[in-house]
Each structure stands twice: as C-alpha cells, then as structure tokens.
C-alpha cells in the first residue's frame, strides 16, 4: 500500500534559519504530491503541491521538488518565521485511473517551532 | 463565509454515551471525507462520499456511521463512545474524486474527549 514518512520531529529553530522537512512516499503508480500545513488550533490547509516528477511547488516562501528517482519532496523555506511555527504533513494521492476518490495519505506530521 | 464547519467545536462525554458531530461546506464541492487525528497529530481518513455516495470505509469499528443527507452535508455518529474514541476529528470537502488536480478543503476540527 501506499505510505509517506516525514522526519521526526519536534524541529525548533531561530528566525531567519533555513528549513528542511524530509519526506519520502512508497506508491505504485504516478502519485500527486502535496505539502498541507496546520496552524494551532485550526485545520489543515494546502500549502503546496506537484502532480508530476520534477515539479516543484511553491507557496509562500515554501519550496518542494517532486524527485521520482529518490521518492522524495523535502520541503525547504531560506528563512523561516515565528509565523510558520506550525504542523506541516507531506500527504500523497495516487491516480489509478481515476479511482483513488481522492483519499490522501498522510506523513505523521512534524511539529515546527520557530523562536524569535 | 466559512468554507467548511464543523460543530461542535468541543465535546465532552461520557464513555457510553452515543454522540454526533455535524459537517457542512459552502464550496459546492460533491465529495466530503471525515478524518481521525491522535494525540501524535497522526491523521487518518474514516470515510468519504461523492454525491451522497459512500466510497471510502476505512476499517472502522461500526459503532461510527456517516450519514450524509446531501452532497453539502455529512454528519457522524458515534455509538458506545470508548475512551479511545478520544481525538479531534477533521470534516474536509474537494471537488471531484481525484486529488490529483483539486485539494481538501478542512473545516477547524472537533476535539472528543471521552471520559
């Protein structure tokens, strides 16, 4: 079956520091990829995505690159903010002829604080 | 306008007790999901429907059953709360049935305590 592993966490980092979050996804098939973010006390929202092999999403400030040879779509941010301090979940969807319904698989989350 | 709501917002129970949580969005969208998220913040999806239709059912004990009585509503009811059942639970909605093209839109959650 289909599955996603993101880093652990908790991160913890300064303001203005560089941002990584690995993610790496197992699927048969073309997969869609996508980064969601939940802020406290609120639902997740997208953040970015990419539906094909060497896309890169981008949102704000955010960056991931669809890489098929390594199953990866590490999530990158050159100065993060006291602002992104949130939950951030690398999620799939895979497109087997139209009947995946939708269904998402979601990473374990990793939780980011950001110090001023 | 919110896009998607849930209510209620809290809930607090007794282990036993039947209880449910309702769901609606304003997006017109025609599929709507319910998901589960732990105290790891682990997320899982329960259900999902296209146009009334049920067409994801995860394994899920069936002390919890979604009803959706039109494509803008689904609502989910728990029987025989277990301590276990404790989380918050994410209603979402997207226009048609891949995700490939579209996204989830999540209402704010529903935190169950069961006591």
């Known amino acids: 079956g289909n599955s996603v592993t993101q880093m652990e966490g908790p991160v913890t980092l300064s303001e203005e520091a560089f941002l990584t979050i690995n993610c790496t996804y197992t699927?048969?098939?073309?997969?869609?990829l996508f980064w969601y973010v939940q802020y406290p006390g609120e639902g997740l929202q997208l953040l970015l995505k990419?539906?094909?092999?060497?896309d890169k999403g981008s949102n704000k400030g955010f960056e991931a690159t669809y890489r098929k040879e390594t199953t990866s779509f590490h999530l990158e941010k050159g100065s993060v903010q006291v602002s992104d301090s949130a939950v951030y979940f690398c999620?799939?969807?895979?497109?087997?002829?139209?009947?995946?319904?939708?269904?998402?698989?979601f990473g374990q989350g990793t939780i980011l604080t950001v110090h001023p | 306008d919110t896009a998607v709501s849930q209510t209620p917002k809290y809930l607090v129970t007794q282990m036993g007790n039947d209880k449910s949580i309702k769901c609606e969005q304003n997006?017109?969208?025609?599929?709507m999901y319910w998901y589960k998220q732990d105290s790891k913040k682990f997320l899982k999806i329960m259900f999902s429907?296209?146009?009334?239709?049920?067409?994801i059912n995860e394994t899920v004990p069936n002390r919890f059953s979604p009803k959706s009585p039109d494509k803008a509503h689904l609502n989910l009811h728990i029987n025989s709360l277990e301590l276990g059942d404790s989380a918050v639970y994410f209603c979402?909605?997207?226009?048609?049935?891949?995700?490939?093209?579209?996204?989830?839109?999540f209402g704010p959650g529903t935190r169950l305590t069961v006591l």
């Open positions: 979402a909605s997207s226009q048609g049935l891949v995700a490939r093209v579209g996204e989830q839109f």
């Open positions: 699927a048969t098939g073309y997969p869609s």
């Open positions: 990419a539906t094909k092999a060497d």
């Open positions: 999620a799939l969807s895979e497109d087997a002829g139209g009947t995946s319904y939708g269904k998402l698989t």
């Open positions: 997006l017109g969208h025609d599929t």
């Open positions: 429907y296209n146009n009334k239709e049920l067409i």
